[in-house]
């Protein structure tokens, strides 16, 4: 297994990157293979002695908090002992976490339901087995499990598709979802980060924060702030009858197009939508939210609604990938961007106070602080700007 990364080149959103608090999206290579089982064990435990420290001092919440963190996520790992700088950081921090915490939500607060491929799917399941334990009506979770991967697989398509997916939640009803997604073609895979009490609206800037190292491809986002009128045109658009819908598809794919529109059309088969389109007929949504919602609506329906809405009636959604802005906690490897040294230094105190009081081994303690350290002495500040710095939007 390789060494423990450096810092990689994470990208936020400039408008959002006041706050001390991240959320939102981080690219990594894709990694095949599994953790060995020597090693999960570790992480396990590991895992499950520093969440116990950290829901001790400062709670339940502050634990999601510090998930939906991209860069704590990934310095978390790096503590753990995998190789974060992959995809494979997230699939085995996620089912460390879920093994290390099964049976402690009376101590924690805290349950991890989902992971990766079909376990995902059994996600609903899992939270309506203890929903007798809630404080709060379980299907409000559901609904927002599903509705988090909606978004990221359809909302906003970016050339990522989701294979993994992470509920966690506290008995009181708060949840951070960490999921990810892979391109085939990019070899990379990227991880989305999510925080209930940052959400104030699943289809309008649900990220607080975006970061990523590459650029998604065939972009629509759907869920973007300039995108309100196309969301009230492609929700008007599929109360059509399916047969208008149908046809006016047809008609644009015999029209000769510019050629990113014809990209966007290529993989359009109006006939095969159609029993999408009869669905939305009958259910006549109120709402954007609500037709992404709809069970049988995914992203080649929502692309073919948001062409009609910007070749017939001009309003465009935006193509714009939110993680295309700056870097948001310093640079390595001759990118010297300015590092947030205020979150940095919290996020790296807060698994340092949890180690020091984990209850494991000292010798394996030991080789975790050597491993926090390696990756605190990554960061490096600098004054020269490049493209896509902080402010610049490339």
Request: net charge positive; proline share 5%.
């Amino acid at each position: 297994m390789p060494g423990v990364a450096g810092l990689a080149n994470v990208r936020v959103s400039a408008a959002r990157y006041t706050e001390q608090m991240r959320t939102g999206t981080v690219v990594l290579p894709l990694h095949g293979g599994k953790a060995p089982a020597w090693l999960f064990s570790r992480m396990r435990a590991l895992a499950r002695e520093m969440t116990l420290v950290i829901v001790s001092e400062f709670g339940p919440e502050e634990m999601l908090r510090r998930l939906s963190d991209p860069f704590w996520f990934q310095a978390f790992g790096s503590v753990l002992g995998f190789d974060w700088h992959s995809s494979g950081v997230t699939t085995t921090v996620c089912g460390a976490l879920k093994e290390g915490l099964r049976g402690l939500s009376s101590d924690t607060g805290l349950i991890v339901a989902g992971g990766k491929g079909g376990t995902s799917r059994k996600t609903p399941l899992e939270i309506g087995n203890v929903g007798d334990r809630l404080s709060i009506d379980p299907e409000t979770l559901v609904r927002a499990s599903k509705m988090v991967a909606k978004v990221d697989s359809s909302g906003l398509q970016d050339g990522y598709q989701l294979y993994h997916h992470t509920f966690i939640f506290t008995l009181g009803g708060r949840w951070t979802v960490v999921q990810q997604g892979m391109n085939d073609a990019s070899h990379k895979a990227r991880r989305y980060h999510w925080l209930s009490e940052t959400v104030e609206d699943f289809v309008v800037e649900p990220h607080k924060a975006i970061a990523s190292e590459a650029p998604g491809t065939n972009l629509l986002n759907m869920v973007a702030t300039d995108s309100d009128r196309a969301r009230t045109t492609v929700t008007e658009l599929s109360r059509e009858p399916p047969d208008r819908i149908v046809g006016q598809l047809k008609k644009l794919k015999e029209l000769s197009m510019p050629a990113r529109h014809e990209v966007k059309l290529d993989d359009i088969r109006p006939e095969n939508l159609e029993k999408a389109f009869l669905s939305t007929y009958e259910r006549q949504p109120e709402n954007f939210e609500t037709l992404l919602g709809m069970r049988g609506v995914g992203a080649k329906t929502i692309r073919a609604l948001s062409l009609i809405a910007e070749l017939v009636y001009d309003t465009p959604a935006s193509h714009r990938d939110p993680a295309l802005f700056s870097f948001a906690h310093g640079g390595k490897d001759g990118y010297p961007y300015p590092v947030d040294r205020q979150n940095y230094d919290r996020s790296i105190e807060v698994l340092r106070r949890a180690l020091a009081k984990s209850k494991v081994g000292k010798t394996e303690q030991m080789k975790a602080f050597r491993r926090l350290a390696a990756f605190e002495k990554e960061p490096e500040a600098g004054g020269r700007k490049e493209p896509g710095a902080p402010g610049e939007k490339q």
